[in-house]
């Protein structure tokens, strides 16, 4: 799964598309963002058609910044270069709660 963003080039240019793509904000030091990793790949079964990145959120602080990723891990969808949706750390932790995101989203 690891699609990995590491520059602001490909950041706008993966998400200046007419599909719908995901952005995972995280960072190496976060633990949730690693319990995640353990079930993103079902979570990602039933939308095979969707595309995940993953991006450092200090690596890339202005992008992080700019979408307002206040916690991690954050997944944004983005269509045509416009952020959609927002699914903040809070409601982030379970498996259930991407789904139930994704579902509503897409």
């Known amino acids: 799964m690891k699609n990995r963003i590491t520059s602001t080039e490909v950041f706008t240019s993966l998400i200046d598309t007419t ?6 904000f995280e960072a190496d030091w976060c633990p949730d963002c690693k319990r995640m ?4 790949d079902d979570v990602l079964k039933d939308h095979s058609d969707l ?18 990723v206040m916690g991690l891990p954050s ?3 983005f269509r045509n270069g416009e952020k959609t949706a927002h699914l903040h ?7 259930e709660e991407v789904k139930a995101f994704l ?4």
């Not at 990793?37 to 993103?40: A, G, I, K, T, V």
């Not at 990145?53 to 200090?58: A, L, Q, R």
């Not at 750390?89 to 498996?95: F, L, V």
């Open 37 to 40: 990793d353990f079930f993103m």
């Open 19 to 24: 599909d719908t793509v995901a952005v995972k």
């Open 51 to 68: 595309k995940l990145y993953e991006v450092d959120s200090d690596a890339l602080a202005e992008q992080a910044e700019k979408y307002d």
């Open 89 to 95: 750390s809070a409601q982030a932790k379970t498996p």
């Open 103 to 106: 579902q509503e989203h897409l």
């Open 75 to 77: 997944i944004l969808l």
